[in-house]
């Protein structure tokens, strides 16, 4: 990691970046431009909160990435998510309920997080947590879904409450993205930005970066597809094997410098979308910025994780605050210990390291045993 990094300012900046781009990215929209123009406000208020709380030696990230729901009705080839069994297809048992996800918008409200990713599995089949969300205008809720959910009941809430913002999976055009996801997929997505477009609101793509699509998914053609539809945030994402049989997918060297060249052109010549691309933009921040360094993850059951690749946790928060969470000892663990400080070429460095991960989890447990 280089020397005096500052990972609080370094966060800060690109939270304001962020804010900034969809600020000028809905200028042409009324309504959702006075929401991000007032959300911009309430970010730099958070802002001011997680730096007086880093004065005195407490670091809480702007992000949080909350997996609301391990059920999912899609089964995509080399999905990280059912190959770590973090994924199923009948609802779980004992998942966190819309009660307990709404006291934990309100504590990361009260830290100063800006922004919460909904995840899952497949979060919109979880209606009643997303209504929740709704009610936080001051944190920002990307809602990451596959798409075959939305319906008349969800573009209308996501009218009301503009802080709920679709990002649906693609991975190119229809051809690529019913190989990976299933048959008809594509044309379900189609259909929904055609519909969230017509009703003036915003929404992004994300994409996962494979060997088979690095081109496709970053050529103008595809781009212009999606900005002509109303997208206005791209987010890449490296596809991380977790088996064998999936590493074939895995981008290499060649395809993280096209991704690489590709995006920094994009964000010079097609500024009408927001790009972000992941881990690649982690290179600027002096490493992983998992574990609470910039954000962290609970999943569907309430377990704190360094992030969803990395599924390893010592602390619910059914049992225990938010800021304790981040407290705990694997996470100070890992942020302290020089795990996330690697400059990785790619992928996920957490999971490269696993085994690591894992000894230091048995450790942190035992001595947890010792000292009981």
């Not at 819309?98 to 800006?114: K, M, N, P, Q, T």
């Not at 809430?157 to 996801?181: H, K, Q, W, Y």
Request: glycine share 8%.
């Amino acid at each position: 990691m280089e020397q005096g990094f500052d990972i609080q300012s370094y966060m800060a900046r690109g939270v304001e970046r962020v804010v900034g781009d969809i600020v000028k990215a809905t200028l042409r929209n009324p309504r959702e431009s006075a929401y991000m123009a007032k959300f911009a406000l309430a970010s730099r208020a958070a802002t001011r909160r997680r730096r007086k709380a880093e004065e005195v030696g407490e670091h809480i990230p702007p992000f949080l990435i909350a997996s609301i729901t391990s059920q999912c009705n899609l089964h995509c080839a080399g999905c990280y998510s059912r190959c770590n069994h973090a994924t199923v297809d009948a609802e779980p048992v004992r998942q966190l309920s819309a009660e307990e996800w709404l006291r934990i918008f309100a504590e990361a409200d009260d830290l100063g997080v800006s922004f919460i990713l909904l995840a899952g599995g497949e979060p919109m089949i979880r209606r009643d947590i997303i209504d929740a969300a709704g009610k936080r205008p001051n944190i920002l809720f990307p809602v990451f879904t596959n798409g075959t959910f939305m319906d008349d009941w969800y573009f209308r809430l996501f009218d009301r409450c503009r802080n709920l913002v679709p990002i649906m999976s693609i991975e190119g055009e229809r051809g690529t993205t019913d190989a990976r996801r299933g048959e008809g997929v594509y044309d379900t997505l189609i259909g929904n930005m055609d519909e969230l477009s017509q009703r003036g609101l915003i929404f992004g793509a994300s994409v996962t970066v494979t060997t088979k699509n690095t081109g496709e998914v970053t050529s103008d053609a595809f781009l212009k597809k999606l900005s002509d539809r109303g997208c206005k945030a791209v987010i890449f994402v490296e596809f991380v094997p977790v088996t064998d049989d999936s590493r074939e997918f895995a981008p290499g060297e060649k395809e993280r410098e096209i991704l690489s060249a590709q995006i920094a052109r994009l964000r010079r010549e097609r500024p009408e979308m927001v790009y972000i691309a992941f881990p690649g933009d982690e290179k600027s921040s002096g490493g992983c910025v998992a574990a609470g360094r910039g954000f962290f993850h609970i999943n569907a059951h309430g377990g704190a994780e360094p992030c969803p690749f990395s599924p390893y946790s010592d602390i619910n928060v059914r049992d225990t605050s938010l800021r304790e969470a981040l407290r705990s000892p694997l996470f100070r663990a890992l942020r302290s210990g020089g795990f996330l400080d690697d400059d990785h070429a790619g992928g996920c460095v957490l999971y490269k390291k696993r085994v690591l991960v894992e000894a230091l989890l048995n450790k942190e447990t035992t001595n947890d045993g010792k000292e009981g």
